[in-house]
């Protein structure tokens, strides 16, 4: 079988636009993906130059040509959607480590407007450092450096500015990033006119990514390059449902022509707080509140929480019916409370894909602190609607609570168990609370209500965990101990049949 390449798959070559940092899947699945799209229908007429930062490996894309496929597959209101693109957006693929120069090179090319980046969440973080090595470590200094370079070579020119637009999963990426690197430009004392420039004619952007991609397994993988007749090392597996807002004005919208009226997955607004908050609690939430019960379950992805009766009914009414009612609305078309149930509607279609492997486990990483970033506001926000229990939300919270159960600690690792198929489970909590939590189940005795409802108070009254006091809200402390009584007496199953029922 033949290597996908430029020879069996021709494509066209177009001026280097953008400049990415970045070679994840997430980055070919959403903004590589998108920028091929609107080059085959001649909206930007731009390629991609990646910096490849870990390591100074780019053979899987230079024997590929740069090309990859995007194998899209799942459901889109109630249908089902498999389309296959060849990808031909990247120009070239650069490594930070043995081709700096080259990457410093690039700044001077007045044709180039664009960066993204992914880098992961914490590689947006200041680190006080030379801008001046080759390369320079962090990613905030390497970007410093660039645009340094580019100031230099421009002469501070406004026509020749950048519109910067991370897509780290961190609230105000944009402004997180620019303070990063107006903070480095301070430290290696780069002067004012390059500091008049970078506020002036450098635009940050805040921005929001949605869309699950992910590597196939090697079995999916191997079927589909037969099915295509060519062998694909980057195949990239996604989602039909994509979504990639951007906080920007009228220069960033014009700028970003490859997103336009014909691509309403791309929203260029001042204000993408609806996205942000929308995503944030009713897709985010969601997993969050019903990954530890079907766990409990002895269920291992999305796609089976979905195939299971009573967890599907449990998924699909404690986000239609306790989350997106709390879902602040702008009140206007596009931004009102019909558009966030569509989008929890949508929302369900995703979690159905049979063909994404989202693991549970992986939703488990952090668990707590996801709880408080994503749940805390929904469960006031309820009472203040209703001023009753949320009680689907409070068995979710019960079932946390119980994941959170290690039973051993090795080398600072902490592990829980769970009976499945009449054998014993033991999985990894991988959370920063894993010891808090460790020592206080420690108080528990399994069937005395009395120590498991004190253990639920305490829990709740932890303002650390929480930033506020969740045994103020009526009755919460009680249902959420109810629950954990029962998940402790008669097992997950039981408890969330009778809960749906």
């Given at each position: 079988m033949s290597k996908l390449t430029r020879s069996t798959h021709p494509a066209p070559v177009f001026p280097e636009k953008v400049l990415q940092f970045g070679t994840g899947v997430l980055l070919r699945g959403l903004p590589d993906y998108l920028v091929q799209k609107a080059n085959a229908e001649g909206r930007f007429n731009g390629s991609i130059v990646v910096v490849k930062s870990t390591d100074s490996q780019t053979n899987e894309f230079s024997d590929?040509?740069?090309?990859?496929?995007?194998?899209?597959?799942?459901?889109?209101?109630?249908?089902?959607?498999?389309?296959t693109k060849v990808v031909s957006a990247i120009s070239r693929v650069l490594a930070a480590q043995t081709q700096w120069n080259e990457i410093l090179k690039l700044a001077r090319n007045p044709k180039l407007q664009i960066i993204i980046s992914n880098t992961t969440e914490v590689g947006l973080n200041y680190t006080e450092e030379s801008i001046f090595q080759h390369p320079p470590q962090s990613?905030?200094?390497?970007?410093?450096?660039?645009?340094?370079?580019?100031?230099?070579?421009?002469?501070?020119?406004?026509?020749?500015?950048?519109?910067?637009?991370?897509?780290e999963l961190v609230t105000d990426n944009g402004l997180k990033l620019r303070d990063a690197v107006e903070k480095l430009a301070k430290f290696n004392e780069l002067g004012k006119l390059f500091t008049k420039w970078l506020k002036f004619h450098v635009r940050f952007c805040n921005s929001l990514v949605d869309r699950i991609v992910t590597r196939p397994t090697d079995e999916a993988k191997q079927a589909l390059q037969q099915e295509l007749g060519y062998e694909d090392e980057l195949l990239t597996f996604t989602e039909p449902y994509h979504l990639w807002a951007i906080e920007g004005d009228d220069r960033v919208r014009e700028t970003l022509s490859f997103a336009d009226?014909?691509?309403?997955?791309?929203?260029?607004?001042?204000?993408?707080?609806?996205?942000?908050?929308?995503?944030?609690?009713?897709?985010?939430?969601?997993?969050?509140?019903?990954?530890?019960?079907?766990?409990?379950?002895?269920?291992?992805?999305?796609?089976?929480?979905?195939?299971?009766?009573?967890?599907?009914?449990?998924?699909?009414?404690?986000?239609?019916?306790?989350?997106?009612?709390?879902?602040?609305?702008?009140?206007?078309?596009?931004?009102?409370?019909?558009?966030?149930?569509?989008f929890a509607l949508d929302v369900l279609d995703r979690f159905r894909n049979p063909y994404l492997d989202h693991l549970l486990l992986n939703i488990s990483l952090q668990e707590t602190a996801k709880m408080q970033a994503r749940n805390v506001a929904t469960i006031q926000r309820y009472y203040e609607q209703f001023k009753t229990v949320p009680k689907l939300t409070a068995l979710g919270f019960a079932a946390y609570l119980l994941f959170m159960k290690a039973i051993r600690q090795e080398e600072g690792q902490f592990f829980g168990e769970i009976s499945v198929g009449g054998g014993i489970l033991t999985y990894p909590i991988r959370?920063?609370?894993?010891?808090?939590?460790?020592?206080?189940?420690?108080?528990?005795?399994?069937?005395?209500?009395?120590?498991?409802?004190a253990f639920v108070k305490s829990v709740l009254s932890d303002k650390t965990l929480w930033q506020t006091d969740l045994t103020e809200l009526p009755g919460f402390t009680e249902a959420v101990a109810d629950y954990l009584n029962a998940l402790l007496k008669s097992?997950?199953?039981?408890?969330?049949?009778?809960?749906?029922?």
């Open positions: 590929q040509d740069n090309l990859y496929t995007v194998a899209v597959r799942g459901i889109q209101q109630g249908e089902n959607v498999s389309e990613f905030p200094a390497k970007l410093t450096a660039f645009l340094y370079e580019r100031f230099r070579s421009v002469g501070g020119s406004k026509a020749k500015g950048m519109v910067v637009i991370p897509t009226s014909s691509t309403p997955q791309v929203i260029i607004d001042e204000d993408i707080n609806f996205y942000k908050e929308r995503k944030l609690r009713v897709l985010n939430g969601t997993h969050t509140l019903t990954m530890p019960l079907g766990y409990l379950l002895g269920l291992e992805t999305v796609a089976d929480e979905m195939k299971h009766p009573a967890m599907s009914k449990f998924i699909e009414s404690l986000m239609l019916n306790e989350i997106v009612p709390t879902v602040p609305d702008y009140g206007v078309p596009g931004m009102d409370k019909a558009e966030v149930k569509q959370d920063e609370r894993a010891g808090y939590f460790y020592g206080d189940w420690k108080t528990v005795k399994e069937k005395d209500a009395a120590t498991v409802f097992g997950a199953e039981a408890v969330l049949t009778k809960a749906v029922s």
